[in-house]
T-cell receptor, first 115, second 113 residues
Framework: AQSVTQLDSQVPVFEEAPVELRCNYSSSVSVYLFWYVQYPNQGLQLLLK??????LVKGINGFEAEFNKSQTSFHLRKPSVHISDTAEYFC?????????????FGKGTRLSVIA | DSGVTQTPKHLITATGQRVTLRCSPR?????VYWYQQSLDQGLQFLIQ???????AKGNILERFSAQQFPDLHSELNLSSLELGDSALYFCASSVSVGETEAFFGQGTRLTVV
């Protein structure tokens, strides 16, 4: 079975500083990779996804992530954060197959942007 | 707005009771997923339906059940509720079984007292 580890439960960062949220996954087969964001009292919103092709994926709100197959990682980055980026971020995987592939989520990383 | 609608937004009920959570997927989406979000367990996949049929089961308790109706809306039934069932329950939908992107509702916050 696949699993996702988000290495930091909380990340405080100053406004306009860069940030990296780390995600490692474990799977015996190829996977799709996702980052979702959850703002307070909201549902989850897709930031970006990796299905195939270029390992550098650009998403919404200036975020990007890089798929590293050898390190089984999919870290999320933003060069300059804003106060409005304060939220919970979830890394997720689903199996690369034509069958039933529900998302498996990490525990989440709470990003706090400090003015 | 993701297009996925969940009702009610909040629910407070007593232990031992039964509740029903409702989800309307995005127009055109055939697949519905239910997730439970709690502080200690994080986001746990419960169950998936595709076009009315159960397709995948996750960590769903026997006290919980779900179904997807012909109009594609889904209901999650939680019975014999315990304090530990207090959580945020999310519904998500996607176009096909292969989930390249799932759209989430805003969730139903269940509090069991």
């Amino acid at each position: 079975a696949q699993s996702v580890t988000q290495l930091d439960s909380q990340v405080p960062v100053f406004e306009e500083a860069p940030v990296e949220l780390r995600c490692n996954y474990s799977s015996s087969v190829s996977v799709y990779l996702f980052w979702y964001v959850q703002y307070p009292n909201q549902g989850l919103q897709l930031l970006l996804k990796y299905l195939s092709g270029s390992t550098l994926v650009k998403g919404i709100n200036g975020f990007e992530a890089e798929f590293n197959k050898s390190q089984t990682s999919f870290h999320l980055r933003k060069p300059s954060v804003h106060i409005s980026d304060t939220a919970e971020y979830f890394c997720a995987v689903s199996l690369l197959s034509s069958g039933n592939t529900p998302l498996v989520f990490g525990k989440g990383t709470r990003l706090s942007v400090i003015a | 707005d993701s297009g996925v609608t969940q009702t009610p937004k909040h629910l407070i009920t007593a232990t031992g009771q039964r509740v029903t959570l409702r989800c309307s997927p995005r127009s055109g989406d055939l697949s519905v997923y239910w997730y439970q979000q709690s502080l200690d367990q994080g986001l746990q996949f419960l169950i998936q339906y595709y076009n009315g049929e159960e397709r995948a089961k996750g960590n769903i308790l026997e006290r919980f059940s779900a179904q997807q109706f012909p109009d594609l809306h889904s209901e999650l039934n939680l019975s014999s509720l315990e304090l530990g069932d207090s959580a945020l329950y999310f519904c998500a939908s996607s176009v096909s079984v292969g989930e390249t992107e799932a759209f989430f509702g805003q969730g139903t916050r269940l509090t069991v007292v």
